[in-house]
């Protein structure tokens, strides 16, 4: 199983910009998709983007489109997630995920994002 440590969460300000960080290391199997999830503060876990192995096809939550930015360098095996533009609305806890080549996935234990208005 690939393990996942997420870094760069904290407390901004509305309008300001934070970059969560993922590295992925430990799996025999190659990588085939990396993304981020959030679970707002009682609320269900949501999808917010994913991208492919070679960053060349990249996907996003209709709430973060034009706002937040995923690329991943896929030699160090690390996901990165750029955040512009926050809201109060996006504070939750993001959540790092990967998957591999035999359909597996794993997830990191995440990393506190807290938006003040």
């Known amino acids: 199983q690939v393990q996942l440590v997420e870094s760069g969460g904290g407390l901004v300000q509305a309008g300001g910009s934070l970059r969560l960080s993922c590295a992925a290391s430990?799996?025999?199997?190659?990588?085939?998709?990396m993304g981020w999830f959030r679970q707002p503060p009682g609320r269900e876990r949501e999808y917010v983007a994913v991208t492919s192995s070679s960053g060349g096809s990249t996907y996003y939550a209709d709430s973060v489109k034009g706002r937040f930015t995923i690329s991943i360098d896929n030699v160090k095996n690390i996901v990165y997630l750029q955040m512009n533009s926050l809201k109060p609305e996006d504070t939750a806890m993001y959540y790092c995920?990967?998957?591999?080549?035999?359909?597996?996935?794993?997830w990191g234990q995440g990393t506190q994002v807290t938006v003040s208005s």
């Open positions: 430990g799996s025999s199997f190659s990588i085939n998709a």
């Open positions: 995920t990967a998957t591999v080549s035999n359909g597996e996935r794993s």
